[in-house]
């Protein structure tokens, strides 16, 4: 069974500075892996998707990379704004399989 | 990238009554609906695969009495709460996956309270 897991649960830091999530998975044999923001009471936004062919992806601010070997993937958020305050979800999706497995996600608090 | 619409957004019901939520693909069709239960700063649950016109393939744990999903066309599929107690008070989200089969796309949500 697939653990999806997520350092640190909770993170709080100043405007301007960037942010580092992590996650890492337990079995290597995946189909992709996506970042999700969700913000309070509210469904999912997909932010990233790399395929398990893939290092990293980049939209805008936003870069996540991913080391199969190692089970990790992490998602780095340049410049942090106030606005990017929310909780980071990723999931990986196994080969041959249609399930995402989620970690518990990291809450993040970007302070005027 | 591709819409899942979620309806109602919140709700709240008496213990003993049935709610249901419904989630749709807006610009795709979708022959397979996700649905997921959210515990307060927990990770999303899968509950239940739903299938376009065959039944749904819950996960262990989960009553398939309880949750009852109807998945009767490609774009509407239904997860209704029956016989609704407090302790089934939580956000339940549904997904589908978009055209190449390969992103997944969320609903907005459904915040159930049970009085």
């Known amino acids: 069974k697939q653990e999806v897991t997520q350092i640190p649960a909770a993170l709080s830091v100043p405007e301007g500075e ?29 932010l990233l998707l790399i395929q398990s062919s893939q290092r990293e992806q980049t939209s805008g601010r936003l870069n996540a990379s991913l080391d199969k ?32 497995s989620f970690g518990a996600g ?5 302070r005027a | 990238g591709a819409v899942v619409s979620q309806h109602p957004s919140r709700v709240i019901c008496k213990s003993g009554t049935s709610v249901k939520i419904e989630c749709r693909s807006l610009d795709f069709q979708a022959t397979t609906m996700f649905w997921y239960r959210q515990f307060p700063k927990q990770s999303l649950m899968l509950m239940a695969t739903s299938n ?33 107690h407090p302790e089934d008070s939580s956000f339940y989200i549904c997904s589908a996956y978009g055209q190449t089969e390969t992103e997944a ?7 159930l309270t049970v009085v």
């Open chain 2, 52 to 84: 376009e016109g065959s039944k749904a393939t819950y996960e262990q744990g989960v009553e398939k009495d309880k949750f009852l999903i109807n998945h009767a066309s490609l774009t509407l599929s239904t997860l209704t709460v029956t016989s609704a």
């Open chain 1, 18 to 46: 960037n942010l580092v999530l992590n996650c890492s998975f337990t079995d290597s044999a995946i189909y992709n892996l996506q970042w999700f923001r969700q913000d309070p009471g509210k469904g999912l936004t997909s």
């Open chain 2, 105 to 111: 796309f969320f609903g907005q949500g459904t915040r």
């Open chain 1, 69 to 100: 070997s190692s089970g990790r993937s992490t998602l780095y958020i340049a410049a942090s704004q106030p606005g990017d305050s929310a909780t980071y979800l990723c999931a990986v999706r196994l080969r041959g399989d249609y399930k995402l």
């Open chain 1, 106 to 110: 990291t809450t993040v608090t970007v």
